[in-house]
């Protein structure tokens, strides 16, 4: 069965300090892996987009690792702002866009 | 929310009663989709629209409708028969059809509830 299980389901930092999120997915066949940010009460953003080949892809501070092999991936936020403070889902293409298999979602809390 | 729009933000109905989200976007896009979102569940797909005049029923098809009459538009109606139809809905559109590289771009999402 195609799942996408993430860790941990939630998160409470301090502002200025760096975290890291995990994604963990049993899903076949591959095409991508994609990280979006949702904050409460509106659509989900995309972060990142990344293929087979792609084992690390950054964007500002957030930057996303893919182990294809052991079938993982993070999202590594450094130094982040109250602004990060939303869910964080991580989704798994299963050849196109009709096949999403989407995660829970990890909610961060940042405080100041 | 790049540049899609949905309308109302909550929508409150009463059992029974059939009710029409809008969903609109200017980004050329020719796929559409429209989700919903239930606490403790990842998002769900219940149609996609690949190009105008064209949609195909997704995962939890059942009790609801779509049509794609212009690119800009894909309207979705929660109705009646739809057991369970308080959620927040999201559209969301992306270019070249279902390709699976293109990402999709999400609206604001539709809180209904039904009472």
Redesign the interface.
Not at chain 2, 97 to 109: I, K, R, S
């Given at each position: 069965k195609n799942q996408?299980e993430q860790s941990p389901q939630s998160l409470i930092i301090l502002e200025g300090k760096n975290c890291t999120l995990q994604c963990n997915y049993t899903v076949s066949p591959f095409?991508?892996l994609?990280w979006y940010k949702q904050d409460t009460?509106?659509?989900?953003?995309?972060l990142t987009?990344m293929?087979f080949s792609e084992n690390t892809k950054s964007n500002g501070r957030y930057t996303a690792t893919l182990d294809a092999d052991t079938k993982q991936s993070s999202l590594h936020i450094t130094a982040s702002q109250l602004s990060d403070s939303a869910s964080y889902?991580c989704v798994v293409?299963a050849?196109?866009?009709?096949k999403?298999?989407?995660?829970?979602?990890t909610s961060l809390a940042v405080n100041p | 929310?790049?540049g899609?729009t949905q309308s109302p933000k909550y929508l409150f109905r009463k059992e029974g009663q059939n009710v029409t989200l809008s969903c609109e976007q200017n980004l050329n896009h020719d796929?559409m989709?429209w989700y919903r979102q239930d606490p403790?569940?990842?998002?769900?797909?219940i149609y996609?629209s690949q190009i105008v005049n064209d949609f195909?029923k997704?995962d939890i098809a059942e009790g609801y409708s779509v049509s794609r009459e212009k690119k800009e538009s894909f309207p979705l109606t929660v109705t009646s028969a739809q057991k369970n139809p308080t959620a927040?809905y999201?559209c969301?559109s992306?270019t070249q059809?279902?390709?699976?590289?293109?990402?999709?771009?999400?609206?604001?999402?539709t809180?209904l509830t039904v009472t």
């Open positions: 996408v095409s991508n994609r009460g509106r659509g989900p953003v995309s987009i293929t889902i293409n050849g196109n866009n009709r999403l298999i989407w995660g829970l979602g | 929310d790049g899609i796929a989709y403790g569940q990842g998002l769900r797909l996609y195909q997704g927040f999201l969301a992306s059809g279902l390709a699976d590289t293109y990402e999709q771009y999400f609206g604001p999402g809180r």
